[in-house]
T-cell receptor, first 113, second 111 residues
Framework: QQQVKQSPQSLIVQKGGISIINCAYE??????FPWYQQFPGKGPALLIA?????SEKKEGRFTISFNKSAKQFSLHIMDSQPGDSATYFC????????????FGPGTRLSVLP | DVKVTQSSRYLVKRTGEKVFLECVQD?????MFWYRQDPGLGLRLIYF???????EKGDIPEGYSVSREKKERFSLILESASTNQTSMYLC??????????FGPGTRLTVT
């Protein structure tokens, strides 16, 4: 019930294309869903996050789509750039977890020039 | 600017050695975390702390211990390092708001 599933494991996209990464969860007590971006040799950094009371959040080229009934959320990267090449993690947090998060296994994105 | 620092970026230790990984945050956060990161497994929580001198086990605490004597510092201890503890170790901190900040990580190799 605490698990967050993430797909695909890896993704290759041409420059200018759309990158889509999907996550799914089981526990309806989750109330905060962040996405983290991690470059090689660096720690993860918060990219964008959403609460379940909205269906979409957009920040620049990055959009989270949230489907509460399906218990799924996804990250869309529009006009993907080589500089977006990184590993992306979805995560979830719920009040029952205290201050803790559960993370998906990560997606390695490569954007070809 | 938010900052979480870890004492070493790369560390090589021998089996059986006692290993200390240090993490310091400058944001006066109450909550601090230690994760290990392995390919295909994502981030797994080892230990966390909500306050000075308190600690809670995460999902994979076996073989590890922690210490938090000061609010800004959270140490991860491998009492007797083993090869299966070769991994990337990430420290994080957060206030009681939702955002969590990570350090750059320590890549530990146990030979």
């Amino acid at each position: 019930q605490q698990q967050v599933k993430q797909s695909p494991q890896s993704l290759i996209v041409q420059k200018g294309g759309i990158s889509i990464i999907n996550c799914a969860y089981e526990n309806t007590a989750f109330d905060y869903f962040p996405w983290y971006q991690q470059f090689p040799g660096k720690g993860p950094a918060l990219l964008i996050a959403i609460r379940p009371d909205v269906s979409e959040k957009k920040e620049g080229r990055f959009t989270i789509s949230f489907n509460k009934s399906a218990k799924q959320f996804s990250l869309h990267i529009m006009d993907s750039q080589p500089g977006d090449s990184a590993t992306y993690f979805c995560a979830a947090r719920g009040a029952y977890l205290g201050q803790n998060f559960v993370f998906g296994p990560g997606t390695r994105l490569s954007v070809l020039p | 600017d938010v900052k979480v620092t870890q004492s070493s970026r790369y560390l090589v230790k021998r089996t059986g050695e006692k290993v200390f990984l240090e993490c310091v945050q400058d944001m006066d956060h109450e909550n601090m975390f230690w994760y290990r990161q392995d390919p295909g497994l994502g981030l797994r929580l080892i230990y966390f702390s909500y306050d000075v001198k308190m600690k809670e086990k995460g999902d994979i605490p076996e073989g590890y211990s922690v210490s938090r004597e000061k609010k800004e510092r959270f140490s991860l201890i491998l009492e007797s390092a083993s090869t299966n503890q070769t991994s990337m170790y990430l420290c994080a901190s957060k206030s009681d708001s939702y955002e969590q900040y990570f350090g750059p990580g320590t890549r530990l190799t146990v030979t």
